[in-house]
């Protein structure tokens, strides 16, 4: 994927937030001192007065979000997602989601793509925790396309709704022309009948190009992309647990409570099949390069692929 | 302030004691040492300083009020009862099954301005709402009322920390200093003392209210407020927990304790007494 262009989806999110400004009169944005590197920094830099950086204090910048959506403005509540959904989810559960209120959580840095900075930063914990609130929508995009489209679709939405980003460039892999964002409802990205990856964020590509060394061994994988982990589109993989029989969860996160546990609980009630979850595993990340940790971790086409066959006895 | 208004203003103080009572008594739980201890304040709010429409509770342009010591839920209903955002009738399903009124506000109710309760929460979403006010050039104030216990919550001071920062003078915080906390004394559990020179120190213009239950002196206090700009203002106001019922007055024991039959009866009685003699 060398020629793929690439946009960290923390980019898009900035620079999905200053284009909507105009049309969406009522958004502001909120910060803890992170928006060079949330990159709300784009957002202020074209609407100051809209912008309001809160220090660092995630628990009052949550609930001050609140207190702007009870007055009727649309907050964008912005930091890293440790401190998004991990430091603050007490506030975000009882002053954003008990209330129901129109906030929207912009969390970046998620995962161990964080790289460097190590565990203390890397937050594979977050889409368990938000997924726990109910009424809490939460999306995780894949690429640049998606993410600013998740951006618009989240306006459009009266509710809360957690958005999580990633750090590290991701390919862009969805032609603008033609995408189209449904709050909800998981893309099909590849027919196949032998089994199904479903994936999410910055691993819908390498599940994309696992299937494709997978086909050119004669193992026919269907490919979902879930953006919206809830709510989860059950129609879609339950009529996949149907076709294919089996399924590969994969996403830059824990393995407990993500992704595959919310496919694990879908599939258990409509249709039981295997459902094996590749992810970040009862442990804790660590410092390194981002590409690096990613394939340590598994978090790879290659480590995909290999799971597929084994599951299919290959 | 005109003794007629005065007296008024004392008899639906009496009626919001009484309100705690029924409410606590007939839920079996639920916080009357604290909601006692703010009756006076929450009427002088609602009935003499917020511009509020009980047949319109969203009117945009309304004064808010966030109760962040949320716990003392049973004076605010009675008061918005006594307002006529509901039936007093209500009161006496608090915290049941089905009911309306939830054991800590909920944003649902008409004329609950924001769900609260987790302490040291509803200050920052009253900061939230003040600056939307700013954003908008609107007219409306945001009070927040928060326990002197509650103020050991960190997230106080960012909330104060931000308050002073944006200069949220339409914002008015509300600390509700009767020295209790359900472990015991403030200055004991882990003292917030002294609250004056702490939100000082943080930006704020500070009003020390020596009597929250004289409503001269509460009056006083808020036209105090009322003239101070570029500046959030904390009113610490020195109250006494359970005021108005003999018996609960000053005891820690009553922060989170229903009264039963005999003890309702009891307060009721001395409510009663009050009142009657406020008409005399």
């Given at each position: 994927m060398a020629d793929v262009k690439k946009k960290a989806t923390r980019e898009s999110y900035g620079e999905a937030l200053t284009e909507l400004a105009e049309q969406y009169p009522e958004l502001v944005v909120l910060d803890a001192d992170l928006a060079a590197a949330t990159k709300t920094g784009i957002f202020k830099k074209a609407y100051p007065d809209r912008f309001f950086d809160c220090g660092i204090a995630e628990a009052n910048m949550m609930g001050v979000a609140a207190g702007l959506a009870a007055a009727g403005k649309i907050p964008f509540a912005s930091t890293f997602a440790m401190f998004a959904a991990g430091r603050a989810y007490e506030i975000v559960r009882n002053s954003i989601g008990y209330p129901h209120l129109n906030v929207k959580i912009g969390a970046t840095?998620?995962?161990?793509?964080?790289?460097?900075?190590?565990?203390?930063?890397?937050?594979?914990e977050d889409i368990a925790l938000m997924r726990t609130i109910p009424g809490m929508t939460v999306i995780v995009p894949s690429d640049d396309v998606e993410a600013k489209a998740a951006g618009r679709a989240a306006l459009d939405f009266n509710g809360p709704v957690y958005m999580r980003f990633g750090r590290l460039a991701a390919p862009i892999l969805n032609d603008p022309a033609t995408y189209r964002f449904e709050l909800g409802k998981g893309i099909t990205l590849r027919e196949g009948k032998d089994i199904t990856i479903v994936a999410t964020g910055l691993m819908v590509a390498e599940a994309v190009a696992a299937a494709e060394t997978l086909a050119a061994e004669g193992i026919d994988a269907r490919v979902i992309n879930?953006?919206?982990?809830?709510?989860?589109d059950k129609a879609l993989i339950c009529n996949a647990a149907q076709e294919t029989g089996r399924i590969v969860t994969v996403e830059?996160?824990?393995?407990?409570?993500?992704l595959g546990s919310a496919v694990a609980d879908c599939v258990t009630e409509c249709c039981p099949v295997p459902v094996i979850k590749i992810g970040v595993n009862d442990e804790f990340g660590h410092s390194g390069p981002a590409v690096d940790l990613l394939r340590q971790f598994g978090l790879s086409a290659e480590h995909i692929t290999e799971v597929v066959k084994k599951a299919l006895g290959k | 302030m005109d003794e007629t208004i005065k007296k008024q203003l004392q008899k639906t103080a009496v009626s919001i004691r009484m309100g705690v009572l029924t409410g606590t008594f007939h839920a079996?739980?639920?916080?009357?040492g604290g909601s006692l201890s703010i009756a006076d304040l929450l009427t002088y709010l609602y009935f003499a300083k917020m511009n509020v429409d009980p047949r319109n509770p969203?009117?945009?342009d309304r004064d808010r009020l966030v109760?962040?010591?949320?716990?003392?839920a049973p004076a605010l209903y009675a008061a918005l009862a006594e307002r006529g955002?509901?039936?007093?009738?209500e009161l006496e399903s608090?915290?049941?099954?089905?009911?309306?009124?939830?054991g800590h506000p909920c944003i649902?109710?008409?004329?609950?301005?924001m769900s609260s309760g987790?302490?040291?929460?509803g200050i920052s979403a009253a900061c939230g709402m003040a600056l939307a006010g700013k954003l908008d050039a609107a007219p409306y104030h945001v009070y927040a009322i928060l326990g002197d216990g509650e103020i050991e919550e960190g997230q106080v001071w960012e909330a104060a920390m931000f308050a002073a920062h944006y200069h949220l003078d339409n914002l008015t915080a509300i600390v509700?200093?009767?020295?209790?906390q359900i472990d015991g004394r403030i200055t004991e559990v882990c003292s917030p003392e002294p609250i004056d020179e702490k939100f000082r120190a943080f930006g704020w213009y500070v009003i020390v209210?020596?009597?929250?239950?004289?409503f001269d002196k509460i009056e006083a206090a808020f036209n105090e407020a009322e003239t101070i700009v570029d500046k959030p203002v904390a009113i610490i106001q020195k109250s006494i927990k359970g005021k108005g019922v003999s018996f609960m007055?000053?005891?820690?024991?009553?922060?989170?304790t229903a009264p039963n039959a005999e003890q309702y009866e009891q307060g009721m009685n001395e409510l009663r007494a009050a009142l009657a003699e406020l008409e005399g």
């Open positions: 840095h998620a995962g161990i793509s964080v790289g460097e900075d190590g565990a203390t930063h890397q937050c594979n879930i953006h919206t982990i809830k709510p989860l830059e996160h824990s393995i407990i409570g993500g | 079996k739980s639920g916080h009357p969203d009117m945009p109760l962040s010591k949320g716990h003392t955002f509901f039936d007093r009738k608090l915290r049941h099954i089905g009911a309306m009124l939830q649902q109710i008409p004329g609950v301005d987790s302490l040291g929460q509700d200093n009767n020295g209790l209210l020596d009597d929250a239950h004289d007055e000053n005891q820690v024991g009553w922060h989170g």
